[in-house]
């Protein structure tokens, strides 16, 4: 049953609009969320005394967990409601995050992390499905979409920034209580402004999918970040592959259930398997790039973390720009040429990287960053519309959770199979070029990567420490250009892809 919905094809007012308001500030504190406790992980250090492994479990513990339960919680809304799951989701995120803010132990602060992340995807699908119930013109719907995702581009862009000035005038418990206030207001708020909707018909919840789902998520991402800070190994491989395994149950259970937790049936429509598997791609690559910009721009060009991220504040303009830039194409021009056209303009910013090298700058960077970010924004404000547009109304919470994984999904696949490559030619150009007088114990520690080279030829100086450094940097830059290429090539053969499936359903007289 549904309360105050727009009827299909009406257009939404003033009330709609506010309410999306309403919907954008914990969208915005999620991606804030994702980067500002980088920072103060010194401070948590000095004050916790972590182990190296309690460490990266604080750190990567919530995007974990936020991924692994999005498919399960976008299902839950559509059973329980969108509007009561948004505010149990932030209910518990709020009280989670006052909790995280005077955690005591490391084992505590691990554990608030995590219920932060189930939390957390309680909110994605929710406030995605609910802008599905409450723009139903199409036009209206995706200016709602471009809001909704110019919340995560600055949200994860602003996140370093404000947790910098939390940190220099407060504990690192700070960062957390930005969340209290916000989770306050949505809990008054949600009432007054949103409408309730769920599927009358979609019957319980099974519980073995929900927990296949998660287990098999979690597994898989598990690996995979593994294997990117560790590299292959039996432990990466045996998540992995325990992942593949309860998903290929899962997907044998969903067939067999009257009410399952996903409708496979909705990947038999061409144009959301197209959408889906253009924003796994954008994701992948995006994702995969970005970890090594960071890293060029720091350990190559030489800058601060902070004066890293504000040289890719351009880029994140141009993203906003491209959320912007999305509605009013497709105004003129149709889905099926707009959205791969936005992946064809990334690629040719992933072009430009691959024209850089080590005496670059940043001059080029920022350019084809703000190119890359850009194109890219406008392909998946079309996507996340499209997915959203396909799916039925009361399946809205899941197909939000389907698209959501796949961008989690991407943007782990980028950092370790896009790592990988660069990793593996690192460490081939720096055997291969080592200067003859570099120390055996500091050549190992230089192949391993580019920061302990830079560690080493600091430590040895002279002319030996410059050579180092030089080939190193080189190294570094060659390896990001090749990944630029691979990247690039794969964005256009998933544009020409997506181009030919949603032009044939246009010619069809497909419409969302």
Not at 248 to 269: A, G, M, N, S, Y
């Amino acid at each position: 049953m549904s309360e105050g919905v727009l009827a299909a094809g009406s257009r939404a007012g003033k009330r709609e609009w506010i309410g999306l308001a309403v919907l954008a500030f914990p969208c915005f504190l999620l991606a804030v969320d994702f980067t500002v406790l980088h920072l103060a992980v010194p401070k948590i250090t000095a004050d916790l005394a972590p182990t190296s492994a309690q460490l990266l479990w604080i750190v990567d513990i919530y995007g974990f967990f936020i991924a692994s339960s999005l498919i399960t919680m976008g299902t839950l809304g559509d059973r329980i409601g969108r509007r009561r799951l948004l505010m149990f989701g932030g209910a518990a995120f709020g009280a989670a995050s006052a909790v995280a803010a005077f955690a005591g132990t490391a084992s505590t602060l691990i554990v608030t992390r995590a219920l932060l992340g189930v939390a957390g995807a309680t909110l994605m699908p929710s406030t995605m499905a609910l802008i599905r119930n409450m723009f139903h013109d199409p036009d209206q719907r995706r200016i709602a979409i471009a809001v909704w995702i110019n919340c995560f581009v600055v949200g994860g862009a602003i996140g370093p920034l404000l947790g910098g000035v939390m940190l220099e005038h407060f504990w690192w418990g700070s960062v957390f209580l930005l969340n209290v206030p916000v989770m306050i207001a949505l809990l008054v708020l949600a009432p007054l402004l949103l409408p309730e909707f769920k599927d009358p018909g979609a019957g319980t919840l099974d519980l073995l999918s929900a927990a296949l789902s998660l287990v098999a998520i979690l597994s898989v991402i598990y690996g995979i970040k593994r294997m990117a800070q560790d590299g292959i190994g039996a432990i990466s491989i045996a998540s992995i592959a325990l992942g593949i395994g309860l998903g290929t149950i899962f997907v044998f259970r969903q067939r067999r259930l009257t009410h399952p937790l996903i409708d496979l049936e909705l990947f038999k429509v061409p144009a959301f398997s197209a959408a889906v598997g253009t924003q796994l791609v954008a994701t992948i690559t995006f994702g995969g790039l970005y970890l090594l910009v960071s890293q060029y721009l720091q350990l190559v060009v030489g800058l601060s973390p902070l004066h890293a991220g504000i040289a890719l504040l351009p880029a994140t303009v141009a993203g906003t720009f491209g959320t912007i830039a999305a509605p009013l194409l497709v105004k003129r021009l149709a889905v099926g040429l707009v959205m791969p056209a936005g992946m064809i303009l990334s690629s040719a910013g992933m072009a430009l990287i691959a024209l850089m090298n080590a005496a670059s700058g940043i001059g080029l960077l920022v350019a084809a960053y703000v190119v890359m970010s850009f194109g890219v924004n406008v392909a998946m404000t079309l996507t996340t519309d499209t997915i959203m547009g396909v799916a039925p109304p009361e399946r809205a919470g899941a197909a939000s959770g389907i698209s959501e994984t796949a961008a989690e999904l991407g943007a782990a696949l980028g950092i370790a199979l896009l790592g990988s490559v660069s990793t593996a030619y690192y460490r081939s150009a720096m055997g291969a070029g080592m200067p003859s007088m570099i120390p055996t114990g500091v050549a190992v520690d230089a192949r391993a990567t580019i920061g302990g080279a830079i560690v080493s030829a600091t430590r040895i100086g002279g002319e030996g420490g410059a050579e180092l450094a030089r080939i190193a940097r080189e190294a570094f830059t060659e390896s990001l250009s090749i990944v630029a290429v691979i990247s690039a090539v794969l964005v256009v053969i998933t544009s020409v892809m997506t181009l030919r499936i949603l032009r044939s359903r246009e010619d069809q007289g497909f419409s969302q």
